[in-house]
C-alpha cells in the first residue's frame, strides 16, 4: 500500500501538477476501478485533493511540509550553523539530505541576495552530479553504493552522469575514495552554469545522512578562496554531525 502511494505522490512534478485516474491505472498498471479507489483513499487522508476531474496534492502536504521546515531536529540543529557559515563564506548555504535514491536540499541561507539555483529547497537532484552527489556518494556503504551504480547505468535518465564520474565501477569507486579522502568535493558548473560548490559530509551515527554545501559565483572565486571553503564547509558539517548524534540520544 505504501509503495503504491508513493507511486502515486511520484506522478507530480514541477511541469505536473494535476494527474488522472489514467495516469494512476498505468503508474500503478491497475484497473480504473482500484485507481478510483486508490485516489479516494488519499483524497480522504489529505494527500490528494479533487480538482475538474482530475487530482492535485493535498493539503495535508502543505501541513507537513510546515512541520518539517519548523519542527524537524535536523533542520533545526542545522540552523544557526548555517547561518554563521553563510556569513563567514560570503555566499549560500545549503542542507542536502537523501531518501532512498532521491538527493533534496531541505534547507537553505543566504548571507545577502540569494544566488539562484536550480535545484533550490525541495526539487530533487541529480544522484551523480554535483558536490552534494559525490560526497553522499563516497561516504556510502559499498554494496548499497555499486548497486545504485550498476541500476543507473541501466537508467537512460542517469546512465550519462554515473559514466562522466567512473567509466566502469573499478574508475567510478576509485574517485569516490579519493573524494572521501579528501573529506569533502568541489563542483564546477556541474548544476549551474557559473556556480561552484563546496560539500562535506553530515553523518547519523556513522550512516551518511547528507551534505552541507557552500555554493559561491565562480566569477568571485579564486584557488585560495576554495581551499578555505572547504575547510569552513568541512568543520561546520563535523559540528552538524555531532549535533545530530546528541539528538539521536536525547
Given at each position: 500500500?505504501i509503495?503504491r502511494v508513493s507511486?502515486?505522490?511520484?506522478l507530480f512534478?514541477?511541469?505536473?501538477?494535476l494527474i488522472?485516474?489514467d495516469?494512476?491505472?498505468q503508474a500503478?498498471?491497475?484497473?480504473?476501478?482500484s485507481?478510483?479507489?486508490?485516489?479516494?483513499d488519499?483524497?480522504e487522508?489529505g494527500l490528494?485533493?479533487?480538482l475538474?476531474?482530475?487530482?492535485?496534492?493535498?493539503?495535508k502536504?502543505?501541513e507537513l511540509?510546515?512541520?518539517?521546515?519548523t519542527?524537524?531536529?535536523?533542520?533545526?540543529?542545522?540552523?544557526?550553523?548555517?547561518?554563521?557559515l553563510?556569513?563567514?563564506?560570503?555566499?549560500?548555504v545549503?542542507?542536502c539530505?537523501m531518501?532512498d535514491?532521491?538527493?533534496?536540499?531541505?534547507?537553505?541561507?543566504?548571507?545577502?541576495k540569494?544566488?539562484?539555483?536550480?535545484?533550490?529547497k525541495g526539487?530533487p537532484?541529480?544522484?551523480?552530479?554535483?558536490?552534494?552527489?559525490h560526497?553522499?556518494?563516497a561516504?556510502?556503504?559499498?554494496?548499497?553504493?555499486k548497486?545504485?551504480?550498476?541500476?543507473?547505468?541501466?537508467?537512460?535518465?542517469?546512465?550519462h552522469?554515473?559514466?562522466?564520474?567512473?567509466?566502469?565501477?573499478t574508475?567510478?569507486?576509485r574517485?569516490?575514495?579519493?573524494v572521501?579522502k579528501?573529506?569533502h568535493?568541489?563542483?564546477?558548473?556541474e548544476?549551474?552554469?557559473?556556480?561552484?560548490?563546496?560539500?562535506a559530509?553530515?553523518?547519523?551515527d556513522d550512516e551518511?545522512l547528507g551534505?552541507?554545501?557552500?555554493?559561491?559565483?565562480?566569477?568571485d572565486?579564486a584557488?585560495?578562496d576554495?581551499?578555505?571553503?572547504?575547510r569552513l564547509?568541512?568543520a561546520?558539517?563535523?559540528?552538524?554531525?555531532?549535533?545530530?548524534?546528541?539528538?539521536a540520544?536525547?
Open positions: 500500500m509503495r507511486a502515486i505522490l511520484r512534478g514541477p511541469d505536473r501538477a488522472s485516474v495516469d494512476i491505472v500503478l498498471d491497475i484497473s480504473p476501478a485507481a478510483y479507489r486508490y485516489a479516494a488519499m483524497v487522508a490528494l485533493s479533487r475538474s476531474g482530475r487530482y492535485r496534492l493535498g493539503m502536504i502543505i511540509e510546515y512541520l518539517i521546515s519542527g524537524d531536529p535536523i533542520i533545526a540543529a542545522a540552523s544557526d550553523l548555517m547561518a554563521e553563510a556569513q563567514a563564506a560570503g555566499g549560500d545549503l542542507l539530505n531518501y535514491q532521491t538527493l533534496v536540499n531541505v534547507a537553505h541561507v543566504s548571507a545577502g540569494p544566488i539562484v539555483l536550480h535545484y533550490s526539487l537532484m541529480p544522484l551523480f552530479r554535483g558536490s552534494q552527489a560526497v553522499v556518494l561516504f556510502m556503504e559499498r554494496r548499497r553504493l548497486r545504485l551504480y550498476e541500476a543507473a547505468l541501466e537508467n537512460p535518465a542517469r546512465r552522469d554515473a559514466l562522466d564520474m567512473g567509466a566502469d565501477w574508475e567510478f569507486s574517485k569516490l575514495r579519493q572521501r579528501q573529506g568535493y568541489i563542483s564546477r558548473g548544476l549551474d552554469p557559473g556556480i561552484t560548490g563546496v560539500a559530509p553530515v553523518f547519523s551518511i551534505s552541507l554545501v557552500i555554493v559561491h559565483d565562480q566569477a572565486m584557488k585560495a576554495e581551499a578555505e571553503l572547504a564547509t568541512m561546520a558539517a563535523q559540528r552538524l554531525s555531532d549535533r545530530v548524534r546528541g539528538v540520544v536525547t
